[in-house]
C-alpha cells in the first residue's frame, strides 16, 4: 500500500506573539510569492500520495495569499488545516473561511494572562490572546463551519507545567488535544534552553490531565480512562523524525540527528519532492500514528 502524508507548511516565520518555545526560526523574513507556494505544492502531490496540507507559521494569518493558497490545495482535492494563535480571527473570517479547512488548531499554552506573558504568547504591548476569547471563536466554528475539527496544541515548558487545562478543552469541546513537550532551540541570541521541562515534569502534566479526563468520564457515566472521541488527547514527547516539514524557505527540513538545528534536505521549488523525501529520516510507524494515516 502507498504511503500517505500530510505535509506541514510553514509559510512564513514572522509572526505577532514572540512565544519562547516556538521551533519556526527558519532564518528568513521574506515571504515566498503565493505562485512559489502553488509550485511547491504541485511538486508535493506530484511526489507523494498527499492527504492534507497543514498551514502553520509563524502566524500564518498574517500571509496575505492565505485564503488564494487554500482554495488552490482544495482545487487540487486535498484537505488544508490550519494553526494559528487565533488572535487575528475574527466572526467574519470565521464566516467566509472556516468551512476551507479540514481542521483550525489553536495554540493554547496557559489560562492565566500572566504566563501566557511570561511565555511570550503576546503582541509587542503585552496584550494576551484570553482563552475566554477561544471559547467564543470555537463556538463560531461550530455554528459556521459544522463539520470542521477543533484542535489544541499546547506546549509543556518550565514556565506552565504545572497547570491543569483539561476543563478547558472539555469546555470548547476540542476534537482533538496535542500535548507536546517544549522542544530546545538555540539560535543565535534566541534560547530557551532556560525554560526546558525535565521527562518528570512533562509526564506528570500529561497524568495530571489524563486524570482529569477521567474523572469527568465517571462522573458521564462512561467507563473509567476511556478518552472520548471528541477529548482525544495525543502526547508527543519529541518530534524526531516524525513530521514532513517544510520551512518558509520551501526546504523539507530533516531533524533526526539534530533536533536543535534542523537540515535542509531538499529546496522544493527547485528539486523534486520525491527525491527529498527519499532522503528525509522519517519514522512511518512513529508518523502514521500522528496522523492515523495507515
Known amino acids: 500500500m502507498e504511503e500517505k502524508y500530510k ?3 510553514h509559510i512564513l516565520e514572522a509572526c505577532n506573539f514572540r512565544c519562547r518555545q516556538c521551533f519556526s526560526k527558519f532564518g528568513t523574513e521574506k515571504l515566498l510569492p503565493v505562485e512559489d507556494w502553488k ?5 508535493c502531490i506530484a511526489g507523494a500520495d498527499v492527504t492534507e496540507f ?3 507559521g509563524g502566524e500564518p494569518m498574517l500571509y496575505p495569499g ?4 487554500v482554495k488552490y490545495i482544495r482545487s487540487k482535492g486535498v484537505k488544508a488545516s490550519l494553526i494559528t494563535n487565533g488572535s487575528l480571527m475574527d466572526e467574519e473570517w470565521i464566516k467566509n473561511y472556516s468551512g476551507l479547512y479540514e481542521t483550525i488548531g489553536f495554540s493554547v499554552d496557559s489560562l492565566d494572562d500572566e504566563t501566557n506573558r511570561k511565555i511570550g504568547r503576546c503582541d509587542r ?6 482563552s475566554g476569547r477561544i471559547v467564543e471563536l470555537c463556538g463560531l466554528i461550530r455554528k459556521y463551519a459544522p463539520g470542521c475539527r477543533i484542535k489544541i496544541n ?4 518550565a514556565l506552565n507545567k504545572d497547570e491543569a487545562m483539561s476543563d478547558f478543552i472539555d469546555e470548547i469541546a476540542a476534537d482533538r488535544w496535542k500535548i507536546l513537550r517544549m522542544k530546545p532551540f538555540q539560535y543565535g541570541s534566541f534560547s530557551n534552553l532556560d525554560i526546558q521541562v525535565s521527562d518528570e515534569e512533562f509526564e506528570e502534566f500529561v497524568e495530571r490531565n489524563r486524570e482529569k479526563n477521567r474523572e469527568k468520564d465517571k462522573e458521564d457515566g462512561k467507563e473509567a480512562g476511556v478518552e472520548t472521541a471528541r477529548r482525544e488527547v495525543v502526547v508527543e ?13 520551501g526546504c523539507l527540513l530533516d531533524n533526526a540527528v539534530d533536533e536543535i538545528t534542523p537540515v535542509a534536505v531538499c529546496d522544493c521549488l527547485r528539486e523534486d519532492f520525491a527525491e527529498g523525501l ?7 510507524e512513529k508518523y502514521e500514528a500522528r496522523y492515523k494515516l495507515a
Open 7 to 9: 505535509i506541514n507548511l
Open 39 to 43: 509550485k511547491i505544492i504541485d511538486n
Open 54 to 56: 497543514n498551514i502553520a
Open 66 to 69: 492565505l485564503t488564494e493558497l
Open 125 to 130: 504591548s503585552g496584550k494576551t490572546m484570553p
Open 154 to 157: 499546547t506546549v509543556v515548558s
Open 237 to 249: 514527547p519529541d518530534m524526531k523524525a516524525s513530521y514532513v516539514l517544510i520551512d518558509s524557505n
Open 278 to 284: 527519499r532522503r528525509l529520516t522519517l519514522d512511518m
